[in-house]
């Protein structure tokens, strides 16, 4: 059972910045792919962006290229999410999540691909 805890949320003015950060308790982790999710108030769970094993490929949702960056390091356990630009419709609670499959393997911008989940870090963006 992979345990994640995700961490660096919280309240940011628009155009700030903010760093996620994901730490997974297993020592599989080089062997996860990994992605972020979010969902805001009174809406849908959406995708954000995903990464291979060993980082090599990422898939990002359209709305959230060139302001956010996906990485991770395999010796830390963890992968990290850095956020620029922000804006107000980018308040949400981010969710990290897990698969043991490769991202060619699975359908990455859907949750049911992933089955570890983290509890979520609430971001705020402020006008």
């Known amino acids: 059972q992979v345990q994640l805890v995700e961490s660096g949320g919280g309240l940011v003015q628009a155009g700030g910045s903010l760093r996620l950060s994901c730490a997974a308790s297993?020592?599989?982790?080089?062997?996860?792919?990994m992605g972020w999710f979010r969902q805001a108030p009174g809406k849908e769970r959406e995708f954000v962006v995903c990464?291979?094993?060993?980082?090599?490929?990422?898939y990002y949702a359209d709305s959230m290229k060139g302001r956010f960056t996906i990485s991770r390091d395999n010796t830390r356990n963890t992968v990290y999410l850095q956020m620029n630009s922000l804006k107000p419709e980018d308040t949400a609670v981010y969710y990290c999540?897990?698969?043991?499959?490769?991202?060619?393997?699975?359908?990455?911008?859907?949750?049911?691909?992933?089955?570890?989940w983290g509890q979520g870090t609430q971001v705020t963006v402020s006008l």
């Open positions: 999540a897990a698969s043991p499959k490769r991202l060619s393997d699975i359908s990455w911008y859907t949750g049911g691909a992933y089955d570890y």
């Open positions: 297993d020592g599989t982790f080089s062997r996860l792919a």
């Open positions: 990464i291979s094993w060993k980082g090599g490929t990422t």
